[in-house]
């Protein structure tokens, strides 16, 4: 229940120490799970102090076991091992701390922790984190290659020696972390985001020189495994541990067997690189000259026609026909053009002979009124009326007269 303080009213820290140690004895005995971090065994005590600490979140908690319990299990429990411990939390009221003294611990077994990864992996899977399509190719030649590994450890000598005896130039941005324990997954996740951020990193590669099953345990965090799968950056995992497949390398861009072969695979070898740019130097000088030995023996093939030995023997086989045909064309142009002149004339004549100015020159006369009616009855005109007579050379007026 809350308690009824105020400024005016508080209570003294050893009675809040007591309510909080009151409150934590109601919880009971629990079963616990984590990972020993530190371990301390004094010798002549009869208590043993470890700090247990949960691998998915950075809490830990210390514990107190009898000896005796503890030595039960004959040097199967050590720092960085998971166990069961079932224990009571415990409330240091002079320290204000919290402990759980543990009556019993148990190891989680191999099988447990397979059991354990093969969810984790299956319900990953089914969120599509293994998928192919998501999987990036790496470069061709990196420019600067992100290594996390271990210090001074005999994956970072692999990697970083088969590297530059494959390409000298290669660079490399080192984050040395632990790679095993209650820390390594935090710093792993770190380096790793570190070096994605990283605007002149190409890959980055994760190694460790193999292991156990229990040492590979964080190279199949969930948190690692997510982390790895966020990267824009393309991911080499290269663990070197072949009977158990830790779930980086399920995330990884790319899987190598052992550091050396992350190397091999990451970097190209300069010298296969020359050799191969000399043999497609060869080739392509083969291809160029078969072609051009192709296009020759086709140009002599053309040259040697007869349409090329005699390019004018077309035109003067053609020359004897285009001359016919134009005379040809010519005297049927001029036998069209003297038909249409003797019916022209024809048509002339028959016009001339037809019209009124012939009437006329043969001595008719054409009487016109003074509105240039034309005068067709003796009855159309009066008496004294002026008319106007057109002939063939002209015209003069008239006077009628009964």
């Known amino acids: 229940m809350a308690l009824n303080t105020s400024a005016e009213a508080p209570i003294p820290v050893g009675e809040v120490s007591r309510l909080i140690g009151g409150w934590i004895d109601r919880l009971g005995a629990v079963w616990v799970e984590g990972q020993i971090t530190q371990l301390s065994r004094r010798p002549g005590a009869g208590v043993v102090f470890l700090t247990l600490r949960d691998p998915s979140h950075d809490i830990s908690l210390s514990v107190t076991c009898r000896r005796a319990a503890f030595d039960a299990f004959d040097g199967a429990v050590g720092e960085g091992a998971r166990v069961v411990v079932h224990a009571r939390p415990e409330w240091y ?7 759980l003294r543990a009556v019993e611990i148990r190891p989680i077994g191999v099988g447990d922790l397979l059991l354990r990864l093969e969810q984790l992996k299956k319900r990953l899977a089914g969120e599509g984190l293994f998928a192919t399509e998501r999987k990036r190719p790496l470069p061709f030649l990196p420019q600067l290659i992100g290594l996390v590994c271990g ?13 530059r005896l494959r390409w000298p130039a290669v660079r490399f941005e080192v984050r040395n972390v632990p790679v095993q324990g209650a820390y390594a997954v935090p710093q792993v996740i770190e380096a790793v985001q570190g070096l ?21 345990l964080p190279f199949s965090d969930e948190r ?10 393309p991911v080499v995992s290269a663990i070197g ?17 052992t550091p050396t072969d992350a190397a091999k695979r990451v970097v190209p070898d300069v010298g296969e690189e020359l050799t191969r740019v000399e043999q497609l130097r060869h080739r392509s000088l ?3 000259r078969g072609l051009l030995d192709r296009e020759e023996r086709g140009l002599v093939a053309a040259m040697s026609r007869p349409s090329m030995a005699r390019p004018l023997l077309m035109v003067e086989e053609r020359e004897e026909q285009v001359a016919a045909l134009l005379e040809r064309s010519r005297r ?13 004339e024809h048509t002339r004549a028959r016009v001339v002979a037809l019209s009124p100015a012939a009437t006329l020159q043969r001595g008719y006369a054409v009487l016109q009124r003074e509105d240039g ?16 007579a057109r002939v063939a050379d002209g015209e003069f007026t008239v006077r009628v007269t009964r």
């Open 196 to 216: 994605d951020a990283h605007p002149e990193v190409d890959v980055i590669i994760v190694a460790r020189g193999g292991g156990s099953v229990e040492d590979l």
């Open 241 to 257: 541990h072949e009977p158990d497949t830790p779930l980086l390398d399920l995330v990884a861009d790319l899987r190598a067997s």
């Open 373 to 388: 009616g034309v005068v067709r009855a003796a009855g159309e005109v009066a008496d004294e009326e002026k008319l106007r």
């Open 224 to 233: 690692l495994v997510r982390a790895v799968a966020e990267c824009r950056t």
């Open 332 to 344: 049927h142009l001029r036998h069209r053009l003297d038909r249409a002149d003797d019916e022209l």
């Open 151 to 163: 210090r001074a450890s005999a994956a970072e000598r692999d990697v970083l020696e088969n590297a």
């Open 93 to 99: 009221a002079p320290r204000g701390q919290l402990s």
């Open 286 to 288: 083969r291809v160029m």
